[in-house]
């Protein structure tokens, strides 16, 4: 089974970046549209960001768009979120996310999880 593995997060200061790598060891994420979540803390979790399996399609959140890309590396076997510009409100447990897709389709729609890596941006 598909297992997501996220790495990257940590404490950075209000305007720093970060990188997000998501990964599932064993496995090309090619064919999977994959979205990143997070979670802030005392609140639901909420879709950031989504690509479709070929790329074509990104969508963002709009308190994150200018700020984050999503991308992948050219084998298809990492994902990425670039994170810039950070503020105190993006503190959370960020998740990436995968669900099997063909085509230009994002979607916040996922069957599988990682367990999460956590981003504090603070002073």
């Known amino acids: 089974q598909l297992q997501l593995v996220e790495s990257g997060g940590g404490l950075v200061q209000p305007g720093g970046s970060l990188r997000l790598s998501c990964a599932a060891p064993?496995?090309?994420?090619?064919?999977?549209?994959m979205a990143w979540f997070r979670q802030a803390p005392g609140k639901e979790r909420e879709g950031v960001s989504c690509?479709?399996?070929?790329?074509?399609?990104?969508n963002y959140t709009d308190p994150v768009k200018g700020r984050f890309t999503i991308s992948r590396n050219s084998a298809g076997t990492i994902f990425y979120l670039q994170m810039d510009d950070l503020k105190p409100e993006d503190t959370g447990v960020y998740y990436c996310a995968a669900e099997m897709r063909h085509g230009s389709s994002c979607t916040y729609a996922a069957t599988y999880w990682g367990r999460g890596t956590l981003v504090t941006v603070s002073s």
């Open positions: 690509m479709s399996s070929n790329g074509a399609t990104k």
């Open positions: 064993g496995y090309t994420l090619a064919y999977y549209a």
